[in-house]
């Protein structure tokens, strides 16, 4: 019994496993195909954070930069900014990750992620160069 028991909860674990990536695409489809309703920019800004938190750096970071572009007026502009620096950081795409701290850094000069972005944007730039081609 015990042992079916536990058949039965791997078998619904792996299952929702397998769903919160279907479900948070869902939800970011949803905030993109009505970019005008108000609800949007939240709708996206919680399928960017399902993605990160099963690191899904890539998708997530594709969507907070479809965030700055469709939503640069809204309360979360800063979390999209900030989102697509990390994501493009975690995804080994230092150029990107440098190009995005740097716009964060300049609109939002006194916010309180901006340390950790002037932080996060000396090491790149260390590693990497001023994350302009040569």
């Not at 997530?60 to 979390?79: C, H, R, W």
């Not at 996060?120 to 001023?130: A, C, Q, R, T």
Request: net charge positive.
């Amino acid at each position: 019994m015990v042992k079916k028991l536990f058949i039965l909860l791997v078998v619904l674990v792996g299952g929702v496993i397998a769903w919160v990536p279907w479900w948070s695409s869902k939800l970011a489809e949803k905030a993109l195909e009505n970019p005008r309703k108000a609800s949007s920019p939240e709708i996206l800004q919680k399928a960017i954070e399902i993605k990160n938190t099963i690191y899904l750096y890539a998708q997530a970071g594709a969507l907070a930069e479809q965030g700055v572009i469709l939503f640069p007026e809204a309360k979360n502009y800063d979390y999209f900014l900030n989102t697509a620096a990390f994501c493009a950081r975690k995804d080994s795409k230092p150029e990107a990750a440098i190009f995005w701290y740097k716009m964060f850094i300049e609109t939002f000069p006194k916010h309180r992620w901006t340390d950790q972005a002037k932080s996060n944007l000396k090491k790149l730039e260390e590693l990497y160069g001023d994350g302009k081609s040569k």
